[in-house]
């Protein structure tokens, strides 16, 4: 909400306190200025050197007056502009379990639905009212195991189509969805191939995606859409599935790649859908220029509305998406560290002795992308291709103290397209069980946790 009020606003700058994702003992700021998005560099650098020079906060002078609260108009403006990506057309038959985890969220995607028309969710009444202390929960973060325990209870008994949750500050937007009796959170990437999908159908019906940035200049390497001269931009950070490139090249839709986090994503020129993996989603750039839950759960509750009306699943569509493209499985891992030095010796060693092989495959390709490109503003981190397609990225995390290691391998389905691109085209008519998706994923999972166990060797302190 903040940051469509930045806009809304015409405002100069906003700055939110927040916890986000992380243990309420953690709380800090976010800092955003006029044009919506979160700050890059030199900003951030400038802003820490103006808060290095005070020397204390009580010797800052403070005002006593000249500040204005704001009224619930701003709310309003926000949930319409949200609910305004529901299609007016689309389907509402759907039933969906929502929480906050004690966060801001609740009340919010409550008028949103209401205002998208589509029932109300059924709430976690225990994490639903804002609590600074998250007191049901070690870890506020829907991807954390046992995060979203108590969604899933309510699942059991409310039987929904899909389990929506939101972190703290709702800008982040986790699903888990009924996998043949037993709920299972969807990957972020698989949430983020499942909203591309819906943004592609929606482009391909005619009347354009659910919102797209202001600004139109065209991202190097890549053309106009070839959807109606729509000229639709997707982008995802690097560490993110290479799914999406693919399904945008497929769709002759322009695609994008930029460093982790939304002040990047959020920055693609023309941008129509943006996200990353660590579940950040940004489906309607032209209220919000930053990822945003609320949006991101009213999208996919209209997706699984749609799919619901098909008698068909969100899981069905992750298939299609196997078939036509391969399986795109992917991983991460984090080491994590007392002593922040250790995650620099960990680069340190692998730069000195780069590795030639790496779980039986030949390393094709190796960027330090400290080094930087038209594209790509450098950031600590190198980049591993090997000669099966397999992609490992290993970084340092932004915010604590541990390296983190992405990790994706690309399996060829029966029927669909190969590896590395070629010929596209679905499965035909094969039913499922029999067209040799189990079993692609089965041979996925293998090589990616040899990938993993390589990888967790070459990082270990
Ligand atoms: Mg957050």
């Given at each position: 909400m903040l940051a469509f009020a930045i806009r809304y606003l015409g405002a100069h700058a906003g700055v939110m306190v927040t916890a986000s994702h992380n243990p309420p003992q953690d709380n800090g700021y976010k800092v955003y200025l006029g044009d919506g998005s979160q700050i890059v560099p030199p900003v951030d650098a400038e802003i820490a050197a103006h808060i290095a020079a005070?020397?204390?906060?009580?010797s800052v002078p403070r005002v006593e007056d000249g500040w204005e609260t704001l009224g619930d108009e701003i709310e309003q403006a926000y949930v319409d502009a949200a609910a305004s990506v529901v299609r007016p057309d689309a389907p509402r038959a759907v039933s969906v379990v929502h929480t906050s985890l004690h966060g801001v969220g609740s009340a919010t995607v409550e008028k949103a639905f209401a205002a998208a028309g589509f029932p109300a969710p059924h709430e976690v009444s225990s994490q639903q009212a804002p609590d600074p202390d998250f007191p049901s929960v070690a870890f506020p973060n829907p991807e954390e195991p046992g995060a979203i325990d108590a969604a899933l209870a309510l699942a059991g008994s409310v039987r929904p189509d899909v389990v929506l949750a939101n972190d703290p500050d709702a800008d982040r937007c986790a699903a888990a969805v009924d996998d043949h009796g037993t709920w299972r959170m969807l990957r972020g990437d698989e949430l983020g191939a499942l909203l591309g999908q819906h943004v592609i159908d929606r482009l391909a019906a005619g009347g354009g995606a659910a919102g797209r940035a202001d600004a139109t200049a065209g991202v190097d390497g890549v053309g106009a859409g070839g959807l109606g001269g729509d000229g639709a931009v997707f982008a995802n950070s690097?560490?993110?599935?290479?799914l999406l490139a693919a399904m945008a090249r497929d769709a002759g839709i322009a695609h994008a790649e930029t460093l982790t986090g939304f002040k990047w994503i959020a920055r693609v020129p023309g941008l129509t859908y943006g996200y990353e993996e660590a579940i950040g989603y940004c489906v309607d750039p032209q209220h919000v220029q930053d990822k945003d839950g609320i949006s991101a759960a009213l999208l996919l509750t209209e997706m699984t509305a749609i799919l619901r009306g098909q008698g068909r699943t969100l899981l069905d569509v992750l298939d299609d998406l196997a078939r036509r493209h391969g399986v795109y499985a992917t991983d991460a891992f984090s080491v994590r560290v007392d002593d922040l030095a250790i995650i620099g010796q960990i680069m340190a060693r692998l730069r000195a002795n780069p590795p030639s092989t790496v779980a039986g495959h030949q390393v094709s390709r190796a960027d330090d992308l400290t080094v930087g490109s038209p594209d790509l503003p450098p950031t600590e981190g190198l980049r591993y291709y090997l000669d099966d397609d397999s992609r490992v990225i290993v970084r340092p995390s932004g915010t604590e103290p541990k390296l983190k290691v992405y990790l994706e391998v690309i399996e060829p389905a029966a029927g669909g397209a190969a590896a590395g691109g070629g010929a596209g085209g679905g499965a035909g008519a094969a039913g499922a069980g029999d067209d040799g998706l189990p079993e692609a994923r089965r041979r996925a999972a293998e090589r990616l946790a040899a990938l993993v166990d390589a990888f967790r060797a070459l990082t270990a302190p």
């Amino acid at each position: 909400m903040l940051a469509f009020a930045i806009r809304y606003l015409g405002a100069h700058a906003g700055v939110m306190v927040t916890a986000s994702h992380n243990p309420p003992q953690d709380n800090g700021y976010k800092v955003y200025l006029g044009d919506g998005s979160q700050i890059v560099p030199p900003v951030d650098a400038e802003i820490a050197a103006h808060i290095a020079a005070v020397p204390s906060v009580a010797s800052v002078p403070r005002v006593e007056d000249g500040w204005e609260t704001l009224g619930d108009e701003i709310e309003q403006a926000y949930v319409d502009a949200a609910a305004s990506v529901v299609r007016p057309d689309a389907p509402r038959a759907v039933s969906v379990v929502h929480t906050s985890l004690h966060g801001v969220g609740s009340a919010t995607v409550e008028k949103a639905f209401a205002a998208a028309g589509f029932p109300a969710p059924h709430e976690v009444s225990s994490q639903q009212a804002p609590d600074p202390d998250f007191p049901s929960v070690a870890f506020p973060n829907p991807e954390e195991p046992g995060a979203i325990d108590a969604a899933l209870a309510l699942a059991g008994s409310v039987r929904p189509d899909v389990v929506l949750a939101n972190d703290p500050d709702a800008d982040r937007c986790a699903a888990a969805v009924d996998d043949h009796g037993t709920w299972r959170m969807l990957r972020g990437d698989e949430l983020g191939a499942l909203l591309g999908q819906h943004v592609i159908d929606r482009l391909a019906a005619g009347g354009g995606a659910a919102g797209r940035a202001d600004a139109t200049a065209g991202v190097d390497g890549v053309g106009a859409g070839g959807l109606g001269g729509d000229g639709a931009v997707f982008a995802n950070s690097i560490v993110s599935s290479r799914l999406l490139a693919a399904m945008a090249r497929d769709a002759g839709i322009a695609h994008a790649e930029t460093l982790t986090g939304f002040k990047w994503i959020a920055r693609v020129p023309g941008l129509t859908y943006g996200y990353e993996e660590a579940i950040g989603y940004c489906v309607d750039p032209q209220h919000v220029q930053d990822k945003d839950g609320i949006s991101a759960a009213l999208l996919l509750t209209e997706m699984t509305a749609i799919l619901r009306g098909q008698g068909r699943t969100l899981l069905d569509v992750l298939d299609d998406l196997a078939r036509r493209h391969g399986v795109y499985a992917t991983d991460a891992f984090s080491v994590r560290v007392d002593d922040l030095a250790i995650i620099g010796q960990i680069m340190a060693r692998l730069r000195a002795n780069p590795p030639s092989t790496v779980a039986g495959h030949q390393v094709s390709r190796a960027d330090d992308l400290t080094v930087g490109s038209p594209d790509l503003p450098p950031t600590e981190g190198l980049r591993y291709y090997l000669d099966d397609d397999s992609r490992v990225i290993v970084r340092p995390s932004g915010t604590e103290p541990k390296l983190k290691v992405y990790l994706e391998v690309i399996e060829p389905a029966a029927g669909g397209a190969a590896a590395g691109g070629g010929a596209g085209g679905g499965a035909g008519a094969a039913g499922a069980g029999d067209d040799g998706l189990p079993e692609a994923r089965r041979r996925a999972a293998e090589r990616l946790a040899a990938l993993v166990d390589a990888f967790r060797a070459l990082t270990a302190p």
